[in-house]
């Protein structure tokens, strides 16, 4: 099937990804309306990094690899991982600053589109997704090899560079305001006591 006939997978090009990474600017901006800077600090800022690279990780799987039982695995692995670390996120930062009604659904926005995608690819594997269970008539493949027919490579350019823009940079950012505004520790002093 061609490219321009798969709608799945123009819905994951054109829509999730897009969405997915809005969402991650936009929960930077709030994190500037909010100060983590002083309130939370750079350790709010490393977790969501760790956030990023955990979400990061499956979609370049995805973006370079043949989509087998492994990335599969992979995929719904990190997701529960990077679930773990989003409640450790939430738990830190609501004691120490205040996320608004606006902040708490750009969050739904950065849960729902990775399993979005996570569900979109395991269909678009069906016999894979089975084979991971031991269901189905394939055997799972757990080899790692790069797609045998790759995505357009200006696709490929496009969305890692969008990812570098729009996620990647503004929390590095955001770690080094929070260094700065705190003199090297993660930790502003205020939250070190409120924790406590």
Not at 8 to 15: A, D, E, G, P, S
Not at 38 to 58: D, M, N, Q, V, Y
Not at 107 to 112: A, D, Q, V
Not at 121 to 148: T, Y
């Amino acid at each position: 099937m061609r490219m321009d006939q798969d709608p799945t997978l123009l819905l994951l090009m054109y829509f999730v990804v897009p969405v997915w990474l809005m969402a991650g600017f936009a929960d930077w901006l709030c994190h500037r309306a909010t100060n983590i800077e002083t309130t939370a600090g750079a350790k709010e800022s490393a977790i969501h990094l760790l956030l990023f690279a955990e979400a990061g990780g499956p979609f370049l799987a995805v973006l370079l690899l043949e989509v087998n039982a492994l990335v599969i695995a992979f995929m719904i692995v990190m997701f529960f991982v990077h679930e773990a670390t989003t409640l450790w996120d939430l738990s830190y930062a609501v004691t120490l600053r205040k996320i608004t009604p606006i902040e708490q659904h750009v969050h739904s926005y950065l849960e729902l589109m990775p399993l979005t995608a996570v569900l979109m690819i395991s269909a678009r594997r069906w016999p894979q997704f089975l084979a991971l269970f031991g269901l189905g008539d394939e055997a799972p493949r757990f080899d790692i090899a790069f797609k045998a027919n790759p995505l357009p490579l200006a696709y490929i350019i496009g969305a890692v560079v969008a990812a570098l823009l729009f996620a990647v940079l503004p929390y590095m950012e955001e770690l080094l305001r929070g260094l700065r505004a705190n003199h090297g520790r993660f930790v502003p002093l205020a939250a070190r006591s409120s924790t406590q």
